[in-house]
């Protein structure tokens, strides 16, 4: 799965510049984290037509890029992000970052993160019962 | 000294030294005979003004040694300007030389107020940087008692200052202040302290900074101005008049010039500052242009002494800045951020001023290529910038990553540097 990534400058108004012109273009959040440093921020999110709203907010003046993650559909009750991140430890994979969200439909969990050998990882999941998924289910 | 008299030694010594600089400088013969000039043709003082400048590129494109006048095994010791290699200025000191300059740093120390009773804490940097050992060896010579700590460690400094009953203490003007506010933060109480005289220079600084030391502080502030180029510290102090540097000039000849037509400006009148030097050995210059703005004033101080004074100096013809002391040119930095991949060359230099100490942030902008969805890519980025600009300028900075375009672009000359220090007055 594609999730776009957009670098924010540390200051007010910038997380606002990205989410008001997705309002415009109406273009529907997936999912969204966003990582912050002291100096800087990383807002990640999926939306549902990743290459042409990247590429609409490079033409914008955004500093906006792709990433292949993996996502995957979990158990909506204790232990459910567990046992996913369970099998990939055990097979030593580490994982750079992972966001989580309840969807509404289907009461499914959902988990997007980024390990650096998607291959291996996907490969891995699948092999336990648990297979990753191409968009998110609206 | 009468003026008749001090220019009779100054035009004699100054006869002297154009005679060396002709046959010992490769460079500056080289621009005489360009200009064609006959340096045993120079008769009086006003006929130094028939001869070439020089510049601080003359003395950079002479390294290392090549603005060293003297054969090596006579230099005993050298110093260089803040810098690296390519930038960096070089100077020579024979026996002699280091002699003058301790005498000279004597003088301003003298000058100053300081006598052989007073323990002097000696808190500017030690090594190539000519402040610590220029004012290290005047205080010697003065017969004080020296207390060599060099800069940094605002804590044992502190301690130092009271446990040993420092009375003068050098650095320059944001250390002093940085010092009284750490001092306040630790409830110091000064009034058991012998401290009451502070000099200070490598910076310029403000009446209103005086003040504010003034105010954090037991001591009565002193200016003092020097360049390696022409010495190091001890080129000119003020004395207790407080109205203007007297500028040694039996060692070092002042003019003040336009420096946009190189004319010589009457007395008073404000330009770039130049000197010539007449009793240096090592590295004499000729003319040397200072790139600081100041105004030269020969009425008879106040305090009796009959030597030039100079206004002190606030800004600079250049785009040289004066970090902590140390001189830091936008190209530097420019050219440190040009080498680093994934940067785009829009940059902007923010200086403020923090607890009265001058910071320095660097903002770039991130690429689209080198941006990373990875947090920990972006900061290594920027620390690898920060590290290579320590490097360059021997100075910590601090590297903000922006997103593209948020640095303004301007229709020609950009503006790269943004001062927020507290703007320093004039006189």
């Known amino acids: 799965m594609k999730q776009i990534s957009v670098f924010l400058e540390n200051r007010p108004g910038s997380l606002y510049a990205v989410l008001a012109k997705l309002r415009e273009w109406n273009i529907n959040l997936r999912a969204l984290a966003l990582a912050d440093t002291a100096e800087f921020g990383v807002l990640r999110f999926i939306v549902e037509n990743p290459e042409a709203t990247a590429e609409k907010l490079k033409q914008e003046g955004f500093t906006a890029t792709l990433t292949e993650v993996l996502a995957a559909g979990v158990e909506d009750r204790p232990g459910g992000l567990c046992a996913v991140v369970e099998v990939l430890t055990n097979e030593g994979i580490s994982i750079e970052y992972l966001y989580a969200f309840v969807s509404p439909y289907g009461g499914k969990a959902y988990v997007v993160f980024r390990v650096e050998d998607l291959e291996k990882a996907r490969e891995i999941l699948e092999k336990h019962g648990i297979p990753t998924i191409e968009t998110i289910p609206v | 000294m009468p003026r008749e008299a001090l220019e009779k030694i100054q035009l004699n010594r100054l006869k002297k030294v154009l005679v060396r600089a002709y046959h010992n400088l490769p460079y500056y013969r080289k621009k005489l005979d360009e200009a064609g000039i ?149 409830n110091v109480d000064w009034s058991k302290s012998r401290l009451r005289l502070g000099i200070f220079g490598a910076e310029p600084w403000s009446e209103e900074m005086r003040a504010e030391i003034e105010k954090k502080l037991p001591i009565k502030a002193f200016d003092i101005y020097g360049l390696s180029e022409v010495i190091g510290p001890g080129v000119a102090f003020e004395c207790e008049e407080r109205n203007g540097l007297h500028i040694s000039e039996d060692h070092f000849l002042p003019e003040v010039i336009d420096p946009q037509t190189g004319k010589v400006l009457p007395e008073g009148e404000v330009g770039e500052l130049v000197f010539t030097t007449l009793t240096k050995e090592g590295t004499p210059v000729i003319r040397y242009r200072t790139g600081d703005i100041s105004a030269l004033y020969y009425e008879t101080c106040r305090c009796g002494r009959t030597m030039v004074r100079m206004r002190r100096v606030a800004s600079r013809t250049d785009d040289m800045l004066i970090i902590r002391g140390v001189n830091v040119y936008p190209s530097q930095i420019e050219s440190v951020i040009l080498s680093v991949d994934g940067v785009e060359p829009y940059y902007q230099i923010v200086l403020t001023r923090e607890n009265y100490l001058d910071k320095i942030a660097v903002h770039v902008e991130v690429s689209p290529q080198v941006f990373s969805d990875e947090v920990k890519v972006l900061e290594k980025l920027k620390k690898q910038i920060e590290e290579k600009l320590k490097a360059e300028l021997n100075l910590s900075c601090e590297v903000k990553l922006l997103e593209p375009k948020s640095i303004t672009r301007s229709e020609g000359k950009a503006k790269r540097v943004i001062d927020l220090r507290k703007k320093e007055g004039v006189q």
């Not at chain 2, 190539?128 to 940094?152: D, I, N, Q, R, W």
């Open chain 2, 38 to 186: 006959n340096v045993y043709e120079v008769n009086t003082l006003e006929d130094l003004r028939k001869l070439p400048f020089t510049t601080k590129d003359d003395l950079r494109k002479a390294y290392p040694f090549g603005a060293i006048a003297e054969p090596m095994h006579n230099i005993v010791r050298i110093h260089s300007s803040s810098g690296t290699t390519g930038v960096a200025t070089v100077v020579g000191y024979t026996a002699r030389d280091i002699e003058i300059w301790s005498e000279l740093m004597a003088r301003t120390l003298a000058g100053c107020g300081a006598t052989e009773e007073d323990v002097i804490q000696v808190a500017f940097g030690y090594g190539l940087f000519t402040g610590g050992l220029g004012v290290h060896y005047g205080a010697e010579k003065l017969k004080a008692t020296v207390v060599p700590m060099s800069v940094g460690n605002t804590l044992r400094q502190i301690q130092i200052l009271r446990d040993f009953g420092i009375s003068v203490l050098c650095c320059t003007p944001s250390f002093a202040l940085y010092l009284a506010e750490v001092a306040r933060e630790n």
